[in-house]
């Protein structure tokens, strides 16, 4: 794969595919974090002379159709701040300013008001790529959808090549599968196993002890033979979590919190037997002996909570989780929405070594599959 840092890009037109899908109320950006992660590309595209012209989506207009709500507007504002210059919006494919205007950066509209976007149309990737003279894919996040953006327009650029994000997404998401060190620890909570059985699967074959949190240890606990109560759980994966606790590294909780409502109504923290049939399990102790697994471990790949942590009354396994890990020597990779919300909310983002800016994406990637995007920048050369 080409990256941005070793090809020639002064006084070059750069088309940057980024993403800056981010939340927006009122006309204001909630939070900023796929804004900032994109600022290394675009200053050192700067510092070399190169005039840019950035790519994103932002939520889900229905295609082909202007909807102010998703206009790019607020992004383009908010990055022409902390980048202290100005940023120009462009709301066409075919106008004459893209390039030429009094700015180096230029924003072009909502990709997703452009039809042919999702389908990954051949006609909207032959005209993406051929706005500028290097085609730079830097929005890791997008990388596991074939679209016009984040694949057709790679394949037709003349070049082609990956950002200063996705260069260190790729990095030290490789380094967690296949330059680890052991012990290995992975820690994977959420709601359900469902979406994260690939991912199980695939880590089980590298980690040596794999944490489960949420609804997906409700399902292993019931796969063990354990009363969950009333317990969200998945019953169609019993048979497969039985086949993943027969492998001997799943970590399962020994002592729960319960409460018979998600409001918190009669909170517990209990043996995990003696889980009655009014309860509902919303959150896990940590024991000493799990703790000194992530102590001990020498990689940790961390996604998702360990409970309902929104509810501070169901939040101690995770925020006893997020500080044990942080305290921990281990090159440790977190990644996954509310993975991030628990790292902002009890910790830094500097006390883990890297925070993946994917979700999807993060987990296709650690599930071991080549995302598109990923997979046509590997068939580009510098001249083709």
Request: glycine content about 8%; aromatic content about 6%; some cysteine.
């Amino acid at each position: 794969m080409i990256n941005l840092s070793s090809i020639d890009i002064a006084n070059k037109n750069l088309v940057i595919r980024v993403d800056m899908n981010v939340p927006i109320k009122d006309g204001n950006v909630e939070d900023a974090t796929r804004i900032e992660s994109c600022i290394p590309t675009i200053k050192y595209a700067l510092k070399n002379n190169a005039k840019v012209l950035l790519v994103s989506h932002l939520g889900r207009p229905i295609e082909g159709n202007f909807e102010e709500k998703f206009s790019l507007k607020p992004v383009v504002e908010y990055l022409g701040t902390i980048i202290n210059r100005p940023c120009e919006l462009i709301s066409s494919l075919d106008s004459s300013n893209i390039f030429h205007g009094e700015t180096d950066i230029q924003f072009l509209e909502n990709i997703r008001f452009f039809k042919g976007e999702k389908e990954n149309c051949q006609d909207l990737g032959n005209k993406l790529a051929n706005l500028g003279d290097i085609y730079v894919f830097d929005a890791f996040g997008t990388a596991h959808r074939e679209q016009a953006s984040t694949h057709s327009a790679i394949k037709s650029a003349s070049v082609a090549c990956a950002g200063l994000l996705l260069e260190r997404e790729n990095k030290f998401l490789s380094q967690a599968l296949k330059k680890y060190e052991s012990p290995y620890l992975a820690v994977i909570g959420g709601a359900k196993v469902s979406t994260k059985l690939e991912l199980i699967k695939h880590i089980s074959s590298v980690a040596d002890y794999i944490i489960v949190g949420g609804g997906i240890a409700n399902t292993f606990l019931a796969a063990s033979g354990l009363n969950i109560g009333k317990s969200i759980f998945e019953d169609s994966m019993i048979d497969l979590a039985k086949d993943l606790l027969e492998k001997g590294k799943i970590v399962l909780p020994n002592t729960v919190i319960t409460s018979k409502t998600f409001e918190g109504e009669d909170i517990k923290e209990i043996p995990v037997n003696e889980v009655t049939d009014e309860e509902m399990i919303l959150d896990l102790h940590l024991t000493k002996e799990t703790i000194d697994l992530i102590v001990q471990a020498k990689t940790i790949l961390w996604n998702g909570p360990m409970g309902v942590f929104e509810n501070s009354a169901f939040s101690k396994g995770t925020k006893v989780l997020s500080e044990a890990i942080a305290k921990s020597q281990a090159f440790s990779l977190a990644g996954g929405g509310e993975t991030l919300s628990a790292i902002n909310k009890y910790i830094k983002s500097d006390d883990v070594s890297y925070c993946s800016t994917g979700g999807g994406a993060f987990l296709e990637f650690m599930e071991g599959k080549i995302l598109p995007s990923i997979d046509v920048l590997n068939s580009k050369t510098t001249g083709s």
